[in-house]
Each structure stands twice: as structure tokens, then as C-alpha cells.
């Protein structure tokens, strides 16, 4: 194997913690100033710089990352959204690209993963995606002058229903940054669940291959067995059956001249 790619592995290996543990502390940076808006200044900053210390990370994993490629350009074509994340400023909602790399991030192991797993991880997708969405409309939203999500309960319940593509309507954006983030979450949903679905029916049909398997094997052993007591049933036959009387020509035992009569 060439050098390149194995050390690309070992560097994805070694850092899949760290970034997964600085995605975190992301999470939470986002997520202060924006539940708790009446927080110390000093929260503000410290979450300011954490969001910084994040992306600065992720920028150094990606330029990492591609300079151990060994096609750059196509590392490049293969994660647009790992770019997106290291380029684009810091500006409202556009820092939530952060999270879809962390997703990606996480993802790269789940494609190796069995689909239970895979389930798993796609799931916690769908659970980390609708609560930052719900963070980003309810920052977006809660200042507009007609909108009506103005609470984390309003936001998660709005995201929710958005990203199960429901839509009951009682909660909506009324801002282009807010439908943005909505049809965003519309899309993300219906992949994220279509890939549960796919793979929780890829499941049961390996289950059902094994099983089928399992009855031809038994089914294969039985014919072979069948197969076996018939003939052993036609030697017992041909063992037990009377001798045939010798014919015309044939000749007949005649008992010895010495042999004691009765």
C-alpha cells in the first residue's frame, strides 16, 4: 500500500476522537449565547472563542487531510461540504456547516459500519441536525417582526415536524435565512430517515438470506440422508433375500461320501 494513504488513515484514526470531543464543545459554544442571550459578556466571548478554536481545528484536519491525498482534486470533488465549513466566514446560520462535518466526520466510520450501527449513527445525525436547526431558526426567528418561533420549545417542535416533512403549520419562518434553514432540515430528513429505513430493510433481508440459507443447507442434508437409508434398504433386501434355486444346467451340492449320514 502506498505511503500516502496509510498515513491519511493513521492521521484520521489518531484525530476522529479529538475533533469529535472539539465538535462538542462547538455545540455548546453555539448553542449559550443563543438559549441564554442575557448571559455575562464574558460567556459570549469565551463561546466566540471556542467557536474559533473549532473551526481553526476542522481547517487543520482538512488541510491535513488533502495534503496527504493522493488525488487532491478529487478529495477536493469528494467532501464540497468539508470546504464549505473551512472557507465560508463565521456568520449566522453559515457556522452550522461546522456540525455537517462533524457528521462526516463520524460518517466516514459508519460507511465501514454493519447497518445496525450504521443506524445508530444516522440517528444520532438526525437528533444532533434537528436540535442545532432548532437553535439556528429560533436565533434566526425569534427578532422577526411577524415570526412566531420565539422559544426552544416553538424551535425543536418547528424542526421536528419539518424534518419528518409533517409541517402542521403552526409554527413557520417568516425570514429568507429561517426558510433557508428550512429546506435545508426538509432535505436532511428525508435522507438521513431514508437511509435508516434502507438499512434497517437491508438488515432483515440478510436475516432472511441467512435463515433461506440455513433451510437449503438442512434441506440438502435430508435428501442426502434419504438418498443414503434407500440404499442401505436395497442391500438389506438383496442381503436378506432367499438364494435362487440353481438352474438345469447349473450344478447341484452334492453332499461327501465321507459325510456322516443322519
Known amino acids: 500500500m502506498p505511503v500516502m494513504p496509510v498515513m491519511k488513515l493513521r492521521w484520521e484514526e489518531r484525530t476522529q476522537t479529538p475533533l469529535l470531543v472539539l465538535a462538542v464543545a462547538f455545540g455548546i459554544a453555539y448553542a449559550v449565547p443563543i438559549v441564554a442571550p442575557g448571559a455575562e459578556p464574558w460567556v459570549h466571548r469565551l463561546c466566540t472563542h471556542v467557536e474559533w478554536v473549532v473551526w481553526g481545528a476542522f481547517a487543520l484536519d482538512y488541510l491535513v487531510r488533502l495534503g496527504l491525498a493522493p488525488e487532491r482534486w478529487r478529495f477536493v470533488r ?9 472557507i465560508l466566514p463565521m456568520v449566522q ?5 461546522r456540525v455537517v462535518s462533524t457528521l462526516l466526520l463520524v ?3 459508519a460507511r465501514m459500519a454493519p447497518q445496525i450501527t450504521l443506524t445508530t449513527y444516522v440517528a444520532g445525525a438526525v437528533v444532533g441536525l434537528m436540535m442545532f436547526g432548532s437553535l439556528a431558526v429560533l436565533h434566526v426567528e425569534r427578532d422577526a417582526p411577524n415570526g412566531n418561533i420565539k422559544t426552544l420549545g416553538d424551535a425543536v417542535w418547528w424542526s421536528f415536524t419539518t424534518m419528518t416533512t409533517v409541517g402542521y403549520g403552526d409554527h413557520a419562518p417568516t425570514t429568507g435565512l429561517g426558510r433557508i434553514l428550512a429546506v435545508g432540515l426538509m432535505l436532511s430528513g428525508i435522507a438521513l430517515l431514508g437511509v435508516v429505513t434502507a438499512n434497517i430493510a437491508a438488515w432483515f433481508i440478510s436475516r432472511f438470506d441467512r435463515d ?22 436395497a442391500e438389506v433386501a438383496r442381503l436378506s433375500a432367499p438364494p435362487e434355486p440353481p438352474g438345469p444346467n447349473e450344478p447341484r451340492d452334492v453332499p461327501s461320501p465321507t459325510a456322516p449320514r443322519a
Open 212 to 233: 433461506d440459507a440455513v433451510e437449503r443447507r438442512q434441506t440438502e442434508l435430508l435428501e442426502a440422508l434419504t438418498l443414503e437409508v434407500r440404499e442401505l434398504r
Open 78 to 86: 469528494g467532501h464540497p461540504l468539508d470546504l464549505l465549513a473551512v
Open 93 to 97: 446560520p453559515l457556522r452550522l456547516l
Open 107 to 109: 460518517g466516514r466510520r
